[in-house]
């Protein structure tokens, strides 16, 4: 049975070696600077992270930040959601246990928080990652724009959603 509790600093080895096994199915994610997974996880700084918890073994992780990269931010603004929003973060799910509906599980969890705290929930997907879009369209987001951002050597082009309660 799968349990969506509070990230706990124990379980950031674990996800360590989580983020390890997504990336080599999924190349996610896309940009991991000095291959430092747990910085990944712990920056910035999330006002709330959870993880999916399988009978002990952590299975899938999601986080909700303030921030995101100035190309998101910029979208968030132009489409006229301003003032308080979050941004939901970091989702990733095992991949031996995927179609099982934690990463649905997961996305609902971060949204309820950021609605909890008034504040519209917003995600950004590289565009090239159609698993992680289906799953977003089927759960109620919309795509509001495009962002593109640079890191060594390449140009990620992301698609910005929202969604409401």
Request: glycine share 10%.
């Amino acid at each position: 049975m799968i349990t969506i509790r509070a990230r706990t600093f124990p379980d950031l080895e674990e996800l360590t070696s989580l983020i390890a096994r997504v990336r080599m199915v999924d190349g996610y994610p896309l940009h991991l600077p000095d291959d430092d997974a747990r910085r990944f996880l712990t920056d910035p700084s999330p006002i709330g992270a959870w993880v999916a918890d399988d009978g002990g073994r952590v299975v899938g992780h999601v986080a909700v930040n303030l921030s995101s990269n100035q190309g998101v931010m910029d979208v968030v603004h132009e489409a006229g959601i301003d003032g308080g929003v979050g941004f939901i973060a970091r989702l990733l799910v095992d991949p031996d246990v995927r179609r099982k509906g934690i990463g649905r599980q997961l996305l609902d969890r971060g949204r309820a928080h950021l609605l909890s705290l008034g504040r519209t929930p917003v995600l950004d997907v590289v565009a090239s990652s159609t698993a992680a879009i289906s799953l977003y369209g089927s759960s109620g987001w919309t795509v509001i724009g495009t962002a593109q951002f640079e890191v060594p050597g390449q140009v990620i082009t992301e698609l910005v959603f929202t969604t409401h309660a």
